[in-house]
């Protein structure tokens, strides 16, 4: 058990450009869920796949964010045509089996200047 | 939108004493968890207490869960300085995900 994985661990970009993020989960969870986080507050949910199905998306998650999962193994979160207000961290978890206790990532902290 | 709601927002005392967090709900829930979360990591799972249960126990922690009141406790006993962290509590209510409060800050003066 290595741990999730986020890479990287911080990215720095200006308005207008699209980032991607990587979360490797811990290798035998089927479950990989993504939240964000702005300063002060608790995570907020995103979007979750079981193995590579992603199965609900949370509201917050505009036309501009997309993530993917292939073959069930690592995902990718991309946000295209950044603003500030995506600043923030971006935390991915695993877990096997749904809802068990959740294996955080140290997480992606954005800042769109 | 944040399913819990912590109290107190943020909280100090000193080494030694009893550190008390407090969470509210609003749906119903199968089991309820607490996340401890160290300034720029990410949250690190402390405890999970079902629907059936009323109170928990790990190491220094409590943990009591009120269903008729939709509300949790977590207790720290003998807080030391390496508890210094942000809680959060994080209920199943709203389907196949977990929906975290906005959390209390906890800071053990040494």
């Known amino acids: 058990d290595t741990g999730v994985s986020q890479n990287p661990r911080h990215k720095i970009t200006k308005r207008g450009q699209n980032v991607t993020f990587r979360c490797d989960p811990i290798?035998?969870?089927?479950?990989l869920y993504w939240y964000r986080q702005t300063l002060g507050q608790g995570p907020e949910f995103l979007t979750y796949f079981q193995n590579e199905a992603q199965l609900e998306k949370s509201r917050l998650l505009s036309d501009r964010f997309s993530a993917e999962r292939p073959k069930g193994s690592f995902s990718t979160l991309e946000i295209q045509r950044t603003e500030q207000g995506d600043s923030a961290m971006y935390l991915c978890a695993s877990s096997f089996p749904q809802l068990s206790p959740l294996h955080f990532g140290n997480g992606t902290r954005l800042t769109v200047t | 939108s944040q399913q819990g709601e912590e109290d107190p927002q943020a909280l100090s005392i000193q080494e030694g004493e009893n550190a008390t967090m407090n969470c509210s709900y609003k749906t119903s829930i199968n089991n309820l968890q607490w996340y401890r979360q160290n300034s720029g990591r990410g949250l690190v799972h402390l405890i999970l207490i079902r629907s059936n249960e009323r109170e928990k126990h790990s190491g220094r922690l409590r943990v009591t869960l009120d269903t008729s009141k939709k509300s949790s406790s977590l207790l720290i006993t003998a807080s030391r300085a390496a508890d210094t962290a942000s809680y959060f509590c994080a209920t199943d209510g709203y389907g196949n995900k977990l929906v975290f409060g906005a959390g209390t800050i906890l800071r053990v003066k040494s």
């Open positions: 290798s035998e969870h089927n479950r």
